[in-house]
């Protein structure tokens, strides 16, 4: 069945970026599953993927503005130790998530300098242009609960 809108897609992928260096990739696990037009994977990739069938393959080179956005500067901020009582043993690479008005926010420390700690709101993907390789290995109908749940449940997806 071709890919669509609220069809449950299983995809192996390889990422790269622009020089071929590997980022991520599924090789030697379980498919990624995912819920196909929900938003769940990159805007760029979801387009690229759309009325494909099982088998398909497909090598493409998604933009920032429809992967990961555009490195934002305001996203870099600076906060004093206080704002991490309790955690003893800060470190750079350390995320973090926190609730705000545009829902949750995951943030990396970045620099620690004494008192004064570095935080980054971007992706780590952020303002790159990403290569994918992409084999579909399946395409099959959501189930009602997984299109109330807005995701794939089973192998590859939600274990709930
Ligand atoms: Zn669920």
Not at 43 to 71: M, N
């Amino acid at each position: 069945m071709q890919i669509t809108t609220n069809t449950v897609v299983s995809i192996h992928y390889t990422l790269t970026d622009t020089s071929g260096k590997i980022i991520d990739s599924s090789e030697g696990s379980e498919p990624l599953a995912y819920l196909h037009g929900r938003g769940n994977i990159i805007p760029g990739l979801e387009k690229k993927l759309e009325g494909k069938e099982t088998g398909a393959k497909l090598s493409v080179t998604i933009p920032p503005e429809e992967a990961y956005g555009q490195h934002d500067e305001s996203l870099i901020r600076n906060v004093s130790r206080e704002a991490f009582k309790g955690i003893d043993d800060l470190q750079i690479g350390m995320q973090f998530q926190s609730q705000s008005e545009k829902g949750v926010e995951v943030f990396t420390i970045t620099e620690i300098e004494g008192e004064k700690i570095t935080i980054d709101g971007n992706h780590s993907l952020a303002g790159m242009t990403l290569a994918f390789d992409v084999e579909v290995t399946d395409v099959r109908e959501a189930t009602e609960e997984e299109l109330s749940h807005g995701h794939v449940h089973g192998p590859g997806g939600h274990q709930h």
